[in-house]
T-cell receptor, first 112, second 111 residues
């Protein structure tokens, strides 16, 4: 059982470039989340989704977009990468809200 | 305030007990969690405690909750090298349905 799978694991972007971080889960979870983890800081919620076709902003949504066309997939889009978006990004899913989250292994992104 | 606070580093000898501390701010929190993050991996739920409990024990892990002081601790008995990781506490704020994480404590095991 793969759980939550994120790709890529590492990426370096130039300022102004765009990219999509992929996240897929095979547990039929309705709830999916994107967090970012900055050094020495806790995780901050970027966007979340409570089901296919439904997305909502978290604490730090600026500079990001998401879509949820299927239950399995929840991609995160960076349109114009900025150095402030250098971080480790984690996707998570759950069957019912925040009570028990399953995390992917993360994407380390550097914007130079 | 927003913050969930943890010390950033803890170093213990193999075989000793580790105690990782956390303070939180919201008295309405329903669940408090400990997550473990091993190098290159995502966060894994280690254990959790419901806010009406004072203590929870699960094998080598003991969670203590002091609601009056808003203090949460995780004790790992007989610490092993495999326990080396970053440990995050988190509180689930019921009203906002918001999970707030601490900064993480990096646990290092010395031989």
């Amino acid at each position: 059982n793969a759980g939550v799978t994120q790709t890529p694991k590492f990426r370096i972007l130039k300022i102004g470039q765009s990219m999509t971080l992929q996240c897929t889960q095979d547990m039929n979870h309705n709830y999916m989340y994107w967090y970012r983890q900055d050094p020495g800081m806790g995780l901050k919620l970027i966007y979340y989704s409570v089901g296919a076709g439904i997305t909502d902003k978290g604490e730090v949504p600026n500079g990001y977009n998401v879509s949820r066309s299927t239950t399995e997939d929840f991609p995160l889009r960076l349109e114009l990468a900025a150095p402030s978006q250098t971080s480790v990004y984690f996707c998570a899913s759950s069957s019912g809200g925040l009570e028990k989250l399953f995390f992917g292994s993360g994407t380390q992104l550097s914007v130079l | 305030g927003e913050d969930v606070e943890q010390s950033l580093f803890l170093s213990v000898r193999e075989g000793d007990s580790s105690v990782i501390n956390c303070t939180y701010t919201d008295s309405s929190s329903t669940y408090l969690y400990w997550y473990k993050q091993e190098p290159g991996a995502g966060l894994q739920l280690l254990t959790y405690i419901f806010s009406n409990m004072d203590m929870k024990q699960d094998q080598r892990l003991t969670v203590l909750l002091n609601k009056k002081d808003k203090h949460l601790s995780l004790r790992i008995a007989d610490t092993q090298t495999g326990d080396s990781a970053i440990y995050f506490c988190a509180e689930l704020r019921q009203g906002a349905q918001k999970l707030v994480f601490g900064q993480g404590t990096r646990l290092t095991i010395n031989p």
